[in-house]
T-cell receptor, first 112, second 111 residues
Framework: DVKVTQSSRYLVKRTGEKVFLECVQDMDHENMFWYRQDPGLGLRLIYFSYDVKMKEKGDIPEGYSVSREKKERFSLILESASTNQTSMYLCASSYPPGYEQYFGPGTRLTVT | DAKTTQPTSMDCAEGRAANLPCNHSTISGNEYVYWYRQIHSQGPQYIIHGLKNNETNEMASLIITEDRKSSTLILPHATLRDTAVYYC????????????FGPGTRLSVLP
C-alpha cells in the first residue's frame, strides 16, 4: 500500500514563528503536492513538485515556500506564521499513469 | 475542470449497497471521473477512477453512463466504517492538474 506520512497530526505555533511541515512518501512517486483544507472552501493547492528540486505554484502560494531535496520528501514552510494560516494541511503524492493522488493524514495547524 | 453535482447527504443501512450519484454534464472527452472519500479529520482516500468504461476494485464499482454525463459509485456492502464525505471529481489526467474537491456527499451508514 502507498504510504504518505506527515510529521505531525496537530501543531500549535505563535504568530511570526517559522513553521516546517514535513511529508514523506514511500512509493517512489514523482509528484508531490501540498493543499490546505478549510470549511466551506474545500481543498486548495498551495504548491506542487514534479521532480527533485522542482516546484510549481498552486492557487494560493502566498506566505508559503517549499523544498524538495529528495524524491521522497516534500516540505512546506511558513516563513512567518499568521493566524489566517490556521488550517488543515494535506500532503499528497502521485505517479503515472493514473495520476491519482494519495493523501497523508493531515496536519492541523493552529497559529495563535 | 468540469463541475460536478452531488446530493448533499445520503443514508444507507449497514450491509446494503450504497449508490452515490454524480452529475457531470459538461465533462470533456479527455476528463476522467475520480472518487475520493474523507473520513472525519483524516486525509482524503482515493477510491476509484475511470474514463468511460465501468470499473471495479476491492473497494467499489464505478458506473459511467454511455454519454458520460453522470456516474454512480457503488459500495456493495456498506459498513459503519464507510461513513464519510464522498467526493466526485472530473479532471484531465495530468501531473499538473490538482484535484478540486467540491462539497461532496455526506454518507451515513446506519446500523
Amino acid at each position: 500500500d502507498v504510504k504518505v506520512t506527515q510529521s505531525s497530526r496537530y501543531l500549535v505555533k505563535r504568530t511570526g514563528e517559522k513553521v516546517f511541515l514535513e511529508c514523506v512518501q514511500d512509493m517512489d512517486h514523482e509528484n508531490m503536492f501540498w493543499y490546505r483544507q478549510d470549511p466551506g472552501l474545500g481543498l486548495r493547492l498551495i504548491y506542487f513538485s514534479y521532480d527533485v528540486k522542482m516546484k510549481e505554484k498552486g492557487d494560493i502560494p502566498e506566505g508559503y515556500s517549499v523544498s524538495r531535496e529528495k524524491k521522497e520528501r516534500f516540505s512546506l514552510i511558513l516563513e512567518s506564521a499568521s493566524t489566517n494560516q490556521t488550517s488543515m494541511y494535506l500532503c499528497a503524492s502521485s505517479y503515472p499513469p493514473g495520476y491519482e493522488q494519495y493523501f497523508g493524514p493531515g496536519t492541523r495547524l493552529t497559529v495563535t | 475542470d468540469a463541475k460536478t453535482t452531488q446530493p448533499t447527504s445520503m443514508d444507507c443501512a449497514e450491509g446494503r449497497a450504497a449508490n452515490l450519484p454524480c452529475n457531470h454534464s459538461t465533462i470533456s472527452g479527455n476528463e476522467y471521473v475520480y472518487w475520493y472519500r474523507q473520513i472525519h479529520s483524516q486525509g482524503p482516500q482515493y477510491i476509484i477512477h475511470g474514463l468511460k468504461n465501468n470499473e471495479t476494485n476491492e473497494m467499489a464499482s464505478l458506473i459511467i453512463t454511455e454519454d458520460r454525463k453522470s456516474s454512480t459509485l457503488i459500495l456493495p456492502h456498506a459498513t459503519l466504517r464507510d461513513t464519510a464525505v464522498y467526493y466526485c471529481i472530473v479532471r484531465v489526467d495530468n501531473y499538473g492538474q490538482n484535484f478540486v474537491f467540491g462539497p461532496g456527499t455526506r454518507l451515513s451508514v446506519l446500523p
